[in-house]
């Protein structure tokens, strides 16, 4: 929970922890001490007049509810109305990834860009798309479903219960479990794979080459598709991948149609890890009838 | 050319033979012979008070500019002034399979319908967008290019120069060069590989039975980014691919990620081979000043 300056500087956060599969009133709660936390430490110009929400799941935003939280096992909670109700002002709600498109868009790599697709390389890989200026959700708030792309028919089981999935390939885990089959180790965590590649172990230096090639293949779909002008990349893998970005570039550029969609510019988030923050604070400022 | 009813119906028609890359002045030569073949034979309160046009590759639709037409070899051809200054009419001009997409929401199995994908299987495999109720194409008019997708790393050389391309894989020429590795013959045309599994002949069932699914994964790449309500299916190849629809919203299933995702119609074209002639009206209307 923070409040955000107009410019996108962050005046004052709190954090709170999650408890295993949590129930909405318990959310809330947090929020709410957390809200409270954050605007008693503000001077009286500087509070709040209005919030948003990043939620981890599709999300029908214009009727504020957080239709899925897979997680966690929600349906259909009418979360921007019970923050609003436990916080005391008005509260715009939209999916996290969503959140990081509008962030991008007003402080980041994205400003100014009417046609994006934003891409978050974590534990899992997921996507927003900003077509013609605007978040586009798709017809049930499920758009953007980047790391469940298939690249191998028979590939890799992916958590979604598929086989192949670009997350299967390029998630913190995935690059953990192609390092520990490439050298029949035990899977350790993706940050050990990309250390030993900067120390020379060739093994990992292959498992990240096969990464970033796969990278490549899954963005050459998107681009194909919805012939964005900027590709932007976000995630804790991304933070390590970036020295690979020109052979991601290179494998996306092999597999696509068109001298547009070849120049498609690839970069790195400038928002980073508070991008759903930020961007929760762009619906905010939606909520309090702003642009 | 036609002149279209507002009800979609065909007034009057007349066509012309394009010849071997042809030149602007001579295709805006036989497009100006054409119309006054069907305008003179219009009752007067019948006679069209502006047109659209259906350009064969990426247009600037504002700026009525044919950016590339493959096959022609041209670039950046102002057809939309170059028509008008022929016809005495206004002219709105866009990309064909944008115009298929407007026709189908006009007239055709998208009507009423925000959110969907029109693909074309047919000699290649093309598609249009349609996101929250407007033909989306792309930052540079690229957007859709649903044949390119690339299903197959290693897979069968496509048109475009790539392997494993999705038009590589389900477009008519690719149907009959499958049937024709499967058989050891000489690759023939698709429909007499249709015709032979009609006959019972279990090569060819073979073949379209793989050619189904590889259309269902590749819709899935389609259905997993934007999360449309609908996909619309056109082209020669549709029509007789349309008894295996069952077995192509399978493989589709299968491969998408969220109930809304699995539940998504797939549909035939409702327009069929008028879908560009009508859309190309519907532009015509727009030019006129209507909605």
Redesign the interface.
């Known amino acids: 929970v923070a409040a955000v300056a107009a410019d996108g500087r962050i005046l004052r956060r709190a954090r709170f922890e999650t408890p295993p599969r949590p129930t909405p009133a318990q959310i809330v709660h947090r929020i709410a001490a957390a809200w409270s936390e954050v605007v008693e430490g503000l001077a009286a110009a500087d509070r709040p007049a209005a919030a948003g929400l990043a939620a981890p799941g599709?999300a029908d935003a214009p009727r504020g509810v957080l239709r899925q939280a897979f997680d966690w096992g929600w349906r259909d909670v009418p979360l921007a109305a019970l923050t609003s109700a436990a916080i005391g002002v008005p509260v715009q709600l939209d999916n996290d990834v969503n959140a990081c498109c509008l962030a991008e868009m007003r402080f980041g790599a994205a400003a100014g860009v009417?046609?994006f697709a934003w891409i978050q390389l974590s534990t899992g890989v997921g996507g927003g798309?900003v077509?013609?200026g605007?978040v586009?959700?798709?017809?049930?708030?499920?758009?953007?479903?980047?790391g469940?792309?298939?690249l191998e028919?028979d590939g890799p089981p992916c958590a979604?219960g598929?086989r192949g999935c670009l997350q299967a390939l390029v998630s913190g885990p995935a690059i953990a479990r192609r390092y520990a089959e490439r050298t029949g180790g035990a899977p350790g965590a993706a940050p050990a794979v990309f250390a030993a590649a900067a120390d020379g172990d060739p093994a990992a230096e292959e498992v990240l080459q096969a990464v970033a090639r796969d990278l490549g293949?899954g963005l050459?779909?998107?681009v194909?598709?919805?012939?964005?002008?900027l590709l932007v990349l976000g995630g804790g893998v991304m933070e390590s991948l970036q020295a690979r970005l020109p052979a991601v570039r290179a494998a996306l550029r092999?597999?696509?149609?068109?001298q547009?969609?070849r120049e498609v510019a690839v970069r790195r988030s400038a928002v980073g890890y508070d991008a759903a923050l930020l961007g929760a604070a762009v619906l905010g400022t939606r909520s309090a009838g702003q642009p």
Chains 1, 2 share one sequence.
């Open positions: 599709p009417q046609d798309l077509c013609a605007r586009y959700a798709g017809a049930a708030g499920l758009a953007g479903e980047v469940h792309l298939v028919e979604c598929g293949r050459a779909l998107v194909n598709l919805l012939n964005p002008a092999a597999r696509v149609i068109g547009a969609n």
